[in-house]
């Protein structure tokens, strides 16, 4: 199953993805807001363990099934739909923490295809910040912006590094290179 309307951005935590993400939907852009802060968020409120610093395990099942539920969710769509990270980066994840993949998490990243081309925001460390739910410290976040490139690449995506800008210059350079 592929939909090339639905374009990744992905990148390190703290990186700016999120706020171009809320640029596109203030643009009227359909976008989908990223799996793990929700995870985490939840799990906070019920006291769950499925965070990235108790049960990762059960954290990347999670990022795993809520990653699909919101493709199949959003795959009839036919304009462009924005995701604030994708299937791949829960193989990503695991592979910066080094830990084997989610039954069936490979099948998924083969069998629920994005656009070819996927957005890397690359850290950046005049605006990276930490937070109750983004607790990575910097050589983690730089870490995990490789990992997730190495990764999309492995699975046959084409990277394109969104320049440092703006929020609504970010957003208008992605929308030039879609």
Excluded at 50 to 64: E, F, G, N, V
Excluded at 100 to 125: I, K, M, T
Excluded at 145 to 156: D, I, M, P, V
């Amino acid at each position: 199953m592929e939909n090339t309307h639905f374009h990744i951005l992905t990148g390190g935590p703290g990186s700016g993805k999120t706020t171009v993400l809320q640029e596109l939907g203030h643009m009227g852009y359909h976008v989908v807001q990223e799996v793990a802060r929700g995870i985490i968020q939840r799990q906070i409120a019920t006291n769950g363990t499925a965070l990235p610093w108790a049960d990762t395990s059960r954290y990347a099942r999670l990022m795993l099934l809520r990653s699909v539920a919101d493709f199949e969710e959003f795959c009839h769509l036919r304009t462009p739909c924005f995701f604030d990270r994708g299937i791949i980066d829960t193989l990503g994840y695991c592979q910066l923490i080094h830990q084997s993949f989610p039954s069936g998490a490979e099948n998924a990243a083969c069998r629920y295809r994005y656009n070819q081309r996927v957005f890397l925001f690359p850290f950046w460390e005049e605006i990276y910040v930490t937070d109750n739910e983004r607790k990575q410290d910097m050589e983690e976040a730089k870490r995990t912006a490789y990992t997730l490139q190495t990764t999309y690449e492995k699975y046959g995506y084409q990277i394109l590094s969104v320049p440092f800008l703006p929020p609504r210059e970010r957003a208008e350079w992605l929308l030039a290179h879609l």
